[in-house]
């Protein structure tokens, strides 16, 4: 009887309608106004990568060891360098980072023994070229450089 | 006059994917139909073939880390930790118990999303359209503590072979223990929109039977095992990262249809909060690095690891030579061998059934193919 009862008046589906009907309020609203509202990243978040400089002198903090390289699964760093013939150390020339191919696994910025590269909260990636997608040293230490066009 | 018309004939061959939305990804199925009734099903497969089996002999050990995650997506802490316990067994590394402790939660977490994920979208399938949007609500908290743990959101690459990479960060604790106060109501609530529903229980309630004989044939393992009322789950079976130590229930259906699967799955989601819970009472302080060498250089040999992952069995058969390098690793994904059970699933069912009988099995095409 009390089946026939729940069967006749829908209580079964009333009582999801009642909980789709409690998040009628407004403060449940979840949507995010992406562009102008920018997400909270995370600290440890691993997005584009960034080349650090010694601030007090402006110059390059990579060692030029190559363990990035070497660790990177997908093989897509490449460090240049030169023998310094003065300080008998090696010098940093060149560093390029395909980003189109890296997965952000993390591994180049674990084994960097001095904390050179690094992995920022920086996410947007986007670029209107395959070439885009290839950092250099400069664009690496700067930051992504604005695009711009002929018009 | 022509033999015989459209109409006298028995048998209509259908294709289904492999776009087809509610496959779940790229799986594509050719239905052999009669009328409605579903006489036979052929599942093709590879359209999501990455060859990460054979990418792992071109690896470091530790190289081929990332690339596990990237088989079942969905449950990507999953499989870093099946792979992580492979090569530490090779090695005979023993994993600090802090380690292991958050290695737990870490995954318990990535059950429940996962479980997530396949409630939404196998609810989504049937039609019912609000769960999704809930599940994938509580499914964002859970993948802001893997973000701020391990800086990132899916494809986590949270293990690394001995041990963590990471310490918790400060609000790690707080963080694990809020979500799980907040989900468990959750999860009632999910219930009510779906438990009692009359349509939900019309579209699941004995479709797509495997009884235990059958499962056991097919090796179909997870909760589809479990919902046939086998108690089999190898964190009680063979215990590995310290599971041995906390206190869970595996719960079982009886029937072995869609719907106990759905039970089952839910009640998975509680059992997971429990473990989880115990494992942050119990937190011990310590490394979280085991003794590992710099170069890893396992010794020759072979090992087969499985782990319980959110689908189903999941073993990792690692062979070293000796070298920096895997000689072979071989995945055995639960989604794969449980797939192989669609047939027998659809056999006599109706056409819509196929649709509800792929959303049970919860496949990953990412893992099925490889
Ligand atoms: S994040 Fe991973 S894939 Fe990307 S450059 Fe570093 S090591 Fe290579
Ligand atoms: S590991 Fe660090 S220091 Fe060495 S080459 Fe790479 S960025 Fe430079």
């Known amino acids: ?151 | 006059m022509p033999d015989g018309t459209f109409l006298d004939a028995t048998e209509l061959v259908l294709n289904m994917g492999p776009q087809h939305p509610s496959t779940h990804g790229v799986l594509r199925v050719i239905l052999k139909l009669d009328g409605e009734k579903v006489i036979g099903t052929e599942c093709v497969i590879g359209y999501l073939h990455r060859g990460v089996e054979k990418i792992a002999e071109n690896r470091t050990y530790p190289q081929f880390a990332p690339y596990v995650d990237r088989m079942d997506y969905v449950a990507a802490v999953s499989n870093g930790l099946g792979y992580c316990l492979a090569v530490e067994k090779l090695l005979g590394v023993e994993v600090p118990p802090r380690a292991q402790a958050i290695r737990v939660i870490l995954t318990e977490l990535n059950r429940i999303a996962s479980h997530l994920i396949w409630l939404g979208t196998h609810a989504l399938d049937v039609g019912a359209i609000t769960p999704l949007f809930y599940c994938m609500r509580e499914r964002e908290e859970i993948l802001n503590i893997f973000e701020k743990y391990c800086g990132a959101r899916l494809t986590t690459h949270a293990f690394r072979i001995g041990g963590l990479q990471y310490e918790t960060y400060d609000t790690f604790e707080s963080d694990v223990r809020a979500f799980c106060d907040m989900f468990l109501p959750k999860v009632d609530e999910y219930e009510e929109l779906l438990t009692g529903n009359r349509i939900w229980i019309g579209r699941l309630r004995n479709v797509g039977i495997l009884n235990a004989e059958d499962c056991k044939a097919y090796g179909v393992t997870g909760p589809l095992l479990r919902a046939a009322g086998v108690k089999w789950d190898l964190r009680k079976a063979q215990p590995y990262s310290g599971y041995e130590q906390y206190d869970f229930e595996i719960p079982t259906g009886t029937r072995g249809d869609s719907y106990d699967r759905y039970l089952v799955r839910i009640q998975e989601m509680r059992q997971s909060v429990r473990i989880i819970r115990q494992a942050l009472d119990g937190l011990p302080g310590g490394p979280i690095m085991g003794k590992v060498p710099k170069v890893i250089k396992p010794p020759v040999g072979e090992v087969y690891v499985s782990i319980e992952a959110p689908k189903g069995e999941l073993g990792y058969y690692i062979v070293s030579d000796g070298s920096t390098q895997p000689y072979r690793v071989r995945v055995r994904p639960p989604s794969f061998v449980n797939l192989q059970a669609l047939d027998k699933m659809c056999r006599g069912a109706l056409v819509a059934d196929v649709v509800v009988v792929i959303g049970t099995i919860d496949i990953v095409l990412g893992e099925v193919d490889r």
């Open chain 1, 1 to 151: 009887m009390l089946n026939l009862l729940r069967k006749i008046f829908l209580l079964d589906l009333i009582q999801g309608l009642w909980v789709t009907f409690r998040y009628q309020q407004p403060k449940y609203i979840y949507t995010e106004q992406y562009p102008a509202q920018r997400p909270k990243i995370a600290e440890r978040f691993r997005g584009a990568p960034r080349l650090n400089i010694n601030p007090e002198t402006g110059e390059t903090l990579c060692i030029a060891c190559n363990l990035c390289a070497l660790a990177c699964p997908e093989n897509l760093i490449v460090v240049g360098s030169e023998r310094d013939e003065k300080t008998k150390r090696k010098v940093l020339t060149t560093f390029t980072y395909d980003i189109s191919r890296c997965m952000f696994c993390g591994l180049c910025e674990d084994a960097c023994p001095v904390d050179a590269l690094e992995l920022t909260q920086d996410f947007e990636l986007a670029s209107y070229s395959r070439e885009g997608a290839i950092w250099d040293r400069q664009m690496l230490e700067e930051g992504p450089r604005p695009t711009k066009y002929a018009w």
